[in-house]
Each structure stands twice: as structure tokens, then as C-alpha cells.
């Protein structure tokens, strides 16, 4: 379905909310007394007013979160109380769930409910790592000498320096500031100009929760400043990691800057992955899913199974299973709750999704889908758009769209589906169809990505697994005990038992 005619709304009629800069628990203006607007990408309207911060307001930040590492009062305090910070986080998040699904709404296009189980998402995560700060521990080693003791203890890494990006803005920050927190660390954070509101809202929430002063500081600017805030806190020498989601391209850039002063890097980057579907999978359920896993949020996330691998002798059936799903998305209002798909985030991301829509003509044959024209307010929606027959080499398949296209490939035997998977820049996730357990294992342990998913996609609904790529997808791990470990630093002690 294509979207309604606008209507107006009561929220958009309100005046649009006005977010500060965190900096040491402090509101306040960006020193310039600079502003930016956040455009709603539905309706064009004005969905929030920013404070604009710059390089120096960045050193500002960075400062007072050294200065609370530094203190010690947070990083090497009683676990009890990160714990009961990260606790009271998760019911702050879930009483004002309906603010953040909202704030998440008229930035980003997000369909409330979609934002609602982000919004979820969050509460679980702060949960789970708040009872990770009670398990912290360390080993010891006390048999291979009669007379020394070896401590192996693991310590809070430093100052984190945080760059989120904006199709998940509120999960994606959390994923890295509860543990960061949980571990000891002090943060700054910079969410994408395109989505800031959710972390703003983060920032607040931490001050009714009791957070010390200076351990969240939150800078928001737009994209010229944002690249100079995001490079202050790569080549910082008072940031000891630095964390990253976006484009393959951007992660470089950190990573160049922050080899300046060889600080921990964790970059969490782009996605071509396959969903693998054989002649022997649960046909009814293989086909719905594959919608989800490369619709949800509108194509814009970057595990999304956007290579669609079907064995040849179902290849048709499935084909045509999987359009007459893709068919019954409700494309509209983000903020009304039967929409399950909303726009792209912006003009921008328009062009470029309808530009590999047009390169999907000449590479592979069009099932379903393409573009709804856009007016002069926005409405920047691409339905449910499926290629058949592409070739694994072409544009379409082996580079990052970050939309809703998806391009079916056909294969042979268990062994084509394996290389094809792997011929690709990427690995960050995967799926796998099959009612053979062997198989399911054969091809888990041979295409090389982050995760991978049998039977389902997305989830199976085990919270908490590390999530991650391999290949120009990243490095590093959030969520999970591997996210924790991510913010601590090994130091051993090898003590002397005098006589």
C-alpha cells in the first residue's frame, strides 16, 4: 500500500521541542549560541531545535568526563551503585517510553510501534547490564609457584568517545553507554544530527537517575560540525576508546584519527548480507520473514538480509510467495500504529535508494516495488522493492543500498549458497532456511559474518547476544558479555610470598 494523504495533527501544530547540550550534568547552549533544526522527514515540519555544538564545546565535554574517570568516584566506586544507576535507567526508559517512540517518530520516520519495541529493546539493556555490574570479577592464579599469587583484574578503560547513528537512535546508543557504564567508564556521545533527540532525552533521564556529575555528556551539531565534534573525539588524547556505527567510509576516518593517539576502536559498519533459504526450509515462515529482514525500519539498518539466496527448484514459488508478502506493507504516517513502514530518513537517502532502484532495472528484472514521488514536504517513501534473477556480482548485490531493495539470487547446491554468501566486502549477518540440522551447522560455520540466524531473522528472540562483523562490516562487539569487555582493560599483579 502507498501512503495516505497527510492530515493534520495536534503534535504538529505544537511549537517543536528545544534540546541543550549535556555537558558535567550541566544544560546549556553550545558556546557559538549556535542552533540547528531537525526536519521531520514525514510531513516537513519541524520536529526539534538543537544546540549546535562545535570543537570547542566537544573539549568541554571531553574535559569534565576525564575529570569524573579521573576522580574515581565512578570508576572505582562500589559496583552497587552503577547498578543501581543502570536499574533505575531501564524504569526511567520504560515510564517515558511513549516520549523517546515519539522523539524517534518525528526525527527519524520511524513507525511508533516499530519505536516502541526499540524503545523496549533499551529498557532490556539497560536491565541486563546493570546486573552485569554486580557480576564484575577478576582470576586469580595461585598454583604454579608455592610462594607468589598472580591477580589477573579487569579495570574500566578510560573516557569513551561515542559516534551513534541515526536509524536506531536510541538502542544504539545504549548498547554502548550501559555497558561502558556498567564497566566504570565515563562517556561523550555525539548521535547523528538526523535523529538527536532520543539521546538528548538519555541525558535527562540520567540526572533523575542519580548519575555523578560529568560521567554522561551528551553534544549534538549538525553535519558540517558533526564531523568536527566526531574527529575531536577520535584524535583526543584524553579519550581512551572510541565507538562507532555508520558507513564503512565514515569508520575509516575514525579509525585514521583515532590512530593519532592508538586509543581502543570499535566500529559497527555497513551490511550486504545474505538470507540463505533452501529446498527443505519451512516454506510459510521463510517467506514472511524474508519481508522483515529486509523491510524492517525501512531497509535502513545494516544487518538486513538484502541478498535473497533461494535454492533453484523452489526459486519461482518462493519468488512469488515472498512479493505477495512485501505487497501487504502499509507504507504511511510513522505515527499511526498500522503503518509498518515509514520514509527514508531524508532526500538524500531518497536519491540514493531510487538510484539503485533505476541500476536493479538493468541488472535483474523488477517483482514488486519501487519509489512513491515525493512532494516539497517530504513523504520520501520506497515500498517493498523486489529484484529477481541478479547476478551476485552486480551493484545491486554487493553494495550497501540501505533501503528497502532486496535482490533475489538463485543457487544450485549447498556449496554455491556458501561461496555466494562470501563474495562479498561484507560480514555482519546472515541467514539460514533448512529443516536439517547438518546443513543449518555446515553453512553457519562456513560463510563468514558476525551472527547468523537459523530458521528466523533479526531474532529468536534471545536477548543480549554479541552483535558485530567481520570484513569491512567492523570490529568489536556490543551487547552480550563481549559489549562489557569491550570497556575493560586486563591488568595482571604477580605478588611475591615472602618467607
Same mark, same amino acid.
Given at each position: 500500500m502507498t501512503a495516505e494523504p497527510k492530515r493534520a495533527r495536534a503534535e504538529d501544530l505544537a511549537a517543536p521541542a528545544s534540546f541543550d547540550l549535556h555537558i558535567n550534568s550541566e544544560r546549556r547552549q553550545a558556546r557559538s549560541g549556535a542552533t540547528f533544526e531537525r526536519i521531520n522527514p514525514f510531513d516537513g515540519s519541524v520536529a526539534g531545535i538543537f544546540a549546535n555544538a562545535n570543537a570547542d564545546d566537544a573539549r568541554l565535554a571531553i574535559t569534565a568526563a576525564r575529570a569524573a574517570f579521573d576522580a574515581g568516584d565512578w570508576s572505582f566506586g562500589p559496583s552497587r551503585k552503577r547498578y543501581q544507576v543502570l536499574a533505575r535507567m531501564a524504569e526511567l526508559i520504560a515510564a517515558n517510553a511513549q516520549e523517546f517512540a515519539y522523539r524517534m517518530s518525528v526525527e527519524s520516520g520511524k513507525p511508533i510501534t516499530t519505536a516502541h519495541g526499540e524503545v523496549?529493546? *533499551? #529498557?532490556?539493556?539497560?536491565?541486563?547490564? +546493570?546486573g552485569q555490574a554486580l557480576a564484575l570479577e577478576g582470576? *586469580? #592464579?595461585?598454583?604454579?609457584?608455592?610462594? +607468589?599469587?598472580?591477580l589477573i583484574l579487569h579495570e574500566p578503560i578510560g573516557v569513551a568517545g561515542f559516534i551513534t547513528p541515526?536509524?536506531?537512535?536510541?538502542?544504539n546508543p545504549v548498547c554502548k553507554i550501559a555497558p561502558a557504564l556498567a564497566a566504570g567508564c565515563t562517556v561523550v556521545i555525539k548521535p547523528s544530527h538526523l535523529c538527536p533527540g532520543p539521546a538528548s532525552l538519555l541525558a535527562q533521564n540520567f540526572e533523575e537517575a542519580g548519575l555523578p556529575r560529568g560521567v554522561v555528556n551528551v553534544l549534538t551539531s549538525d553535519l558540517e560540525r558533526g564531523g568536527v565534534v566526531g574527529q575531536e573525539l577520535a584524535r583526543s588524547p584524553l579519550v581512551d576508546k572510541i565507538a562507532f556505527t555508520g558507513s564503512t567510509a565514515t569508520g575509516r576516518a575514525v579509525m585514521r584519527g583515532a590512530s593519532e593517539t592508538n586509543k581502543k576502536v570499535?566500529?559497527?559498519l555497513g551490511g550486504k548480507s545474505a538470507n540463505i533459504v533452501f529446498a527443505d526450509a519451512p516454506f510459510d515462515a521463510a517467506a514472511a520473514t524474508a519481508i522483515g529482514a529486509f523491510c524492517y525500519n525501512s531497509?535502513?539498518?545494516?544487518s538486513a538480509g538484502t541478498r535473497l539466496l533461494v535454492q533453484r527448484e523452489i526459486y519461482e514459488e518462493f519468488l512469488a510467495a515472498v512479493v505477495k508478502a512485501a505487497e501487504k506493507q502499509v507504507v504511511g504516517d510513522p505515527l499511526d500504529p498500522t503503518t509498518t513502514m515509514g520514509p527514508l530518513i531524508n532526500g538524500d537517502q531518497f536519491a540514493r535508494v531510487t538510484s539503485y532502484i533505476d541500476v536493479g532495472h538493468q541488472e535483474g528484472e523488477l517483482l514488486t516495488g519501487g519509489a512513491v514521488a515525493p512532494d516539497?514536504?517530504?513523504?520520501?517513501f520506497v515500498r517493498p522493492t523486489i529484484f529477481g534473477n541478479v547476478s551476485n556480482s552486480g551493484r545491486l548485490a554487493q553494495e550497501e543500498i540501505f533501503g528497502p531493495v532486496l535482490a533475489a539470487i538463485p543457487f544450485d547446491a549447498e556449496a554455491d549458497a556458501i561461496r555466494i554468501a562470501n563474495e562479498s566486502l561484507y560480514g555482519l549477518a546472515g541467514?539460514?532456511?533448512?529443516?536439517s540440522i547438518d546443513k543449518a551447522l555446515r553453512v553457519v560455520k562456513g560463510v563468514r559474518t558476525g551472527k547468523v540466524f537459523v530458521n528466523c531473522y533479526n531474532s529468536a528472540g534471545i536477548d543480549d547476544m554479541p552483535h558485530g562483523g567481520m570484513k569491512d562490516s567492523g570490529i568489536g562487539r556490543e551487547f552480550g558479555r563481549e559489549g562489557l569487555a569491550e570497556y575493560q582493560v586486563a591488568k595482571t599483579v604477580q605478588i611475591k610470598i615472602q618467607p
Amino acid at each position: 500500500m502507498t501512503a495516505e494523504p497527510k492530515r493534520a495533527r495536534a503534535e504538529d501544530l505544537a511549537a517543536p521541542a528545544s534540546f541543550d547540550l549535556h555537558i558535567n550534568s550541566e544544560r546549556r547552549q553550545a558556546r557559538s549560541g549556535a542552533t540547528f533544526e531537525r526536519i521531520n522527514p514525514f510531513d516537513g515540519s519541524v520536529a526539534g531545535i538543537f544546540a549546535n555544538a562545535n570543537a570547542d564545546d566537544a573539549r568541554l565535554a571531553i574535559t569534565a568526563a576525564r575529570a569524573a574517570f579521573d576522580a574515581g568516584d565512578w570508576s572505582f566506586g562500589p559496583s552497587r551503585k552503577r547498578y543501581q544507576v543502570l536499574a533505575r535507567m531501564a524504569e526511567l526508559i520504560a515510564a517515558n517510553a511513549q516520549e523517546f517512540a515519539y522523539r524517534m517518530s518525528v526525527e527519524s520516520g520511524k513507525p511508533i510501534t516499530t519505536a516502541h519495541g526499540e524503545v523496549m529493546g *533499551a #529498557v532490556k539493556t539497560f536491565q541486563y547490564y +546493570a546486573g552485569q555490574a554486580l557480576a564484575l570479577e577478576g582470576s *586469580a #592464579v595461585s598454583d604454579r609457584v608455592p610462594d +607468589a599469587l598472580g591477580l589477573i583484574l579487569h579495570e574500566p578503560i578510560g573516557v569513551a568517545g561515542f559516534i551513534t547513528p541515526w536509524n536506531f537512535p536510541l538502542l544504539n546508543p545504549v548498547c554502548k553507554i550501559a555497558p561502558a557504564l556498567a564497566a566504570g567508564c565515563t562517556v561523550v556521545i555525539k548521535p547523528s544530527h538526523l535523529c538527536p533527540g532520543p539521546a538528548s532525552l538519555l541525558a535527562q533521564n540520567f540526572e533523575e537517575a542519580g548519575l555523578p556529575r560529568g560521567v554522561v555528556n551528551v553534544l549534538t551539531s549538525d553535519l558540517e560540525r558533526g564531523g568536527v565534534v566526531g574527529q575531536e573525539l577520535a584524535r583526543s588524547p584524553l579519550v581512551d576508546k572510541i565507538a562507532f556505527t555508520g558507513s564503512t567510509a565514515t569508520g575509516r576516518a575514525v579509525m585514521r584519527g583515532a590512530s593519532e593517539t592508538n586509543k581502543k576502536v570499535a566500529l559497527e559498519l555497513g551490511g550486504k548480507s545474505a538470507n540463505i533459504v533452501f529446498a527443505d526450509a519451512p516454506f510459510d515462515a521463510a517467506a514472511a520473514t524474508a519481508i522483515g529482514a529486509f523491510c524492517y525500519n525501512s531497509g535502513q539498518q545494516c544487518s538486513a538480509g538484502t541478498r535473497l539466496l533461494v535454492q533453484r527448484e523452489i526459486y519461482e514459488e518462493f519468488l512469488a510467495a515472498v512479493v505477495k508478502a512485501a505487497e501487504k506493507q502499509v507504507v504511511g504516517d510513522p505515527l499511526d500504529p498500522t503503518t509498518t513502514m515509514g520514509p527514508l530518513i531524508n532526500g538524500d537517502q531518497f536519491a540514493r535508494v531510487t538510484s539503485y532502484i533505476d541500476v536493479g532495472h538493468q541488472e535483474g528484472e523488477l517483482l514488486t516495488g519501487g519509489a512513491v514521488a515525493p512532494d516539497q514536504d517530504g513523504n520520501f517513501f520506497v515500498r517493498p522493492t523486489i529484484f529477481g534473477n541478479v547476478s551476485n556480482s552486480g551493484r545491486l548485490a554487493q553494495e550497501e543500498i540501505f533501503g528497502p531493495v532486496l535482490a533475489a539470487i538463485p543457487f544450485d547446491a549447498e556449496a554455491d549458497a556458501i561461496r555466494i554468501a562470501n563474495e562479498s566486502l561484507y560480514g555482519l549477518a546472515g541467514g539460514v532456511w533448512t529443516r536439517s540440522i547438518d546443513k543449518a551447522l555446515r553453512v553457519v560455520k562456513g560463510v563468514r559474518t558476525g551472527k547468523v540466524f537459523v530458521n528466523c531473522y533479526n531474532s529468536a528472540g534471545i536477548d543480549d547476544m554479541p552483535h558485530g562483523g567481520m570484513k569491512d562490516s567492523g570490529i568489536g562487539r556490543e551487547f552480550g558479555r563481549e559489549g562489557l569487555a569491550e570497556y575493560q582493560v586486563a591488568k595482571t599483579v604477580q605478588i611475591k610470598i615472602q618467607p
